[in-house]
């Protein structure tokens, strides 16, 4: 067969002899078949301490390496196949021919046995703790003052115009028996005494208690004024009074209609009536003018209580930490 010069063409169906190549490949892998045969009896026949100590360092540190990996979160542990596959590596220090290690691979772990069983350990996710939510902080509202009134005042007052108008009431109407020749120094004690005793004194005192406090509770903490201009309905009120008390001296339910008119149409224009109008009229002013004062205190005190409670809602609110 000659070699095909440049230009001409090639056959096809030229045989390539492959007779020798085969035989080395053959040749080649049962020496190496041998060569691992006697390797694998040496390692079991007589391992040396060095390997020895090598291959449990080699699997200690494979060890802690898994234990530190991450584990993945199964149902069920999971059991390695029976046959594993195995793998030479050469250990430091030693031949790769002399000093095989034999190791085992399992998914998950590197152990020198033939069968592991790997556990998977549940993970639990670590949650960061939450910060703390801001607890809600409640400002009770000042509430407004309460203004104050001068009603109880007036009243307490009002007992003490009662105490005059009872004392002077009474003076009279022993100057008026006086001047009639009724009273003498002998018994004005005994007269005075009497009169104590009578409706006729007692009937006019209390009804212009009652009209000087109820005039107080209707004006309460006003001025001195109305006092002035109102004080002529105590005025009237006490009048009246004197007129009811006769009634009752009399008595009144003892007497027939004709006796009580007649007793009421003299009683009109008596001295001692205008005195009871006179005195209502009068005390009202000078009593209502203590009143007056009082009230002009408590109103001063309503103000200063409600200036300072806008000043408080102005300021808003503050957190009093203790």
Do not use: C
């Amino acid at each position: 067969m000659s070699d095909p010069k440049y230009g001409e063409p090639i056959e096809e169906n030229t045989p390539v002899e492959t007779t020798s190549v085969d035989e080395a490949v053959a040749s080649a892998h049962a020496g190496l078949a041998d060569a691992e045969a006697a390797s694998r009896e040496a390692a079991v026949d007589a391992p040396s301490t060095a390997d020895a100590e090598a291959a449990d360092a080699v699997h200690t540190s494979a060890s802690a390496a898994s234990e530190q990996a991450p584990q993945p979160v199964v149902a069920e542990p999971a059991r390695a196949e029976s046959t594993p596959a195995t793998h030479t590596e050469p250990v430091y220090g030693s031949s790769f021919a002399d000093d095989p290690v034999d190791e085992t691979y399992v998914p998950g772990a590197y152990s020198s046995s033939a069968e592991t069983v790997v556990v998977a350990e549940p993970v639990v996710p670590v949650v960061p703790a939450a910060a703390p939510a801001p607890q809600p902080i409640f400002v009770q509202a000042p509430e407004p003052p309460r203004l104050r009134g001068n009603r109880g005042a007036a009243g307490a007052i009002g007992l003490l115009a009662a105490v005059a108008f009872g004392v002077l009431y009474l003076g009279a109407a022993l100057g008026l028996q006086a001047i009639r020749g009724e009273v003498t120094g002998a018994n004005v004690g005994t007269a005075a005494l009497a009169a104590v005793q009578s409706w006729w004194l007692w009937v006019p005192v209390v009804v212009f208690f009652i009209g000087f406090w109820l005039l107080g509770a209707v004006i309460n903490r006003g001025r001195w004024g109305h006092w002035v201009i109102f004080g002529l309905l105590v005025g009237v009120v006490a009048y009246a009074g004197h007129l009811l008390g006769q009634l009752f001296q009399a008595p009144f339910w003892t007497l027939t209609a004709r006796q009580g008119a007649d007793l009421i149409q003299g009683q009109l224009l008596a001295p001692l009536a205008i005195v009871a109008f006179v005195l209502g009229r009068e005390l009202t002013i000078w009593f209502g003018a203590w009143v007056a004062a009082r009230g002009k205190r408590v109103t001063e005190l309503n103000d200063e209580a409600q200036r300072e409670y806008e000043r408080t809602l102005e300021a808003g609110p503050r957190i009093h930490q203790g």
